[in-house]
């Protein structure tokens, strides 16, 4: 009777509605049942998906990245080596215009102005090739001939 008389007021029921509103969201809970009235979930979801696209992209700025090395260094190894055979070459070129055996014969005047506007012509037609280059005088004290206007 005692009981029955406590539920008269508004303070007796209010125990039993909060255990039985706990009791229906935690049987909803183990069904299944979610309730999400501000989309929280769903705002995760797009943010892991933004963060997992720009994880991506970057991945694959890294991986362009990294090919674009590769081949920066390929190609600068392909010219490093270029330039050790052209060096070579020039030296055993030069070392063995300096042993033949017209070397200390001077140059005729008119072939070495041919062979001057012979390089000049080189030099238009592929100025990458025709550097400012320092030319040692030449055996018999003559000058060098120059090498063409710089690119």
Known sequence: MRALSRLRFPSGWIVPAVA???LVIAVGHGLGVRWDPFDLSGRRARAAEARAAVAAADAGARRFESEGMAGQARRLEHLHQQAVTVARETAAAAA?????SDASIPLDPARA???LRHDRELCR?????CGPAEADPAAGGDPAVRAGPAA
């Open 20 to 22: 039985l509103a706990v």
């Open 96 to 100: 063995q215009a300096r042993s033949a």
């Open 113 to 115: 102005d041919r062979l």
């Open 125 to 129: 037609l592929a100025p990458a090739a």
